[in-house]
Nanobody, 123 residues
Framework: QVQLVEYGGGLVQAGGSLRLSCAASGGTFSSYSMGWFRQTSGKERECVAAISRTGGASYYTDSVTGRFTISRDYAKNMVYLQMNSMKPDDTAVYYC????????????????WGQGTQVTVSS
């Protein structure tokens, strides 16, 4: 059983930056692809970024490409999402997820989820 805890959310002005962190425990970290998803009220959960088990491949949704960077630290069992040039449309609850599937964009293919952290971008 893998436990995931996100932190680092908060309020930021448009154009600013935030870094989200996700601490993983209870499993073999290197066995899992990791993803960051976000969700706003009334909308489906969207994969923002994902990184493969080895860290050698990553995925970004079009709206964050060039602004967000996903990374992972195997020594610390951590996953990060660096968010730059933020926009009000980035406002959402952000979730960290772990899955055995390779670099999936689908939330149905991730087995483990954190509790989420709120990110609010003011205009």
């Amino acid at each position: 059983q893998v436990q995931l805890v996100e932190y680092g959310g908060g309020l930021v002005q448009a154009g600013g930056s935030l870094r989200l962190s996700c601490a993983a425990s209870g499993g073999t970290f290197s066995s899992y692809s990791m993803g960051w998803f976000r969700q706003t009220s009334g909308k489906e959960r969207e994969c923002v970024a994902a990184i493969s088990r080895t860290g050698g491949a990553s995925y970004y949704t079009d709206s964050v490409t060039g602004r967000f960077t996903i990374s992972r630290d195997y020594a610390k069992n951590m996953v990060y999402l660096q968010m730059n040039s933020m926009k009000p449309d980035d406002t959402a609850v952000y979730y960290c997820a772990a899955g055995l599937v390779y670099l999936s964009r689908s939330d149905r293919e991730y087995e483990y989820w954190g509790q989420g952290t709120q990110v609010t971008v003011s205009s």
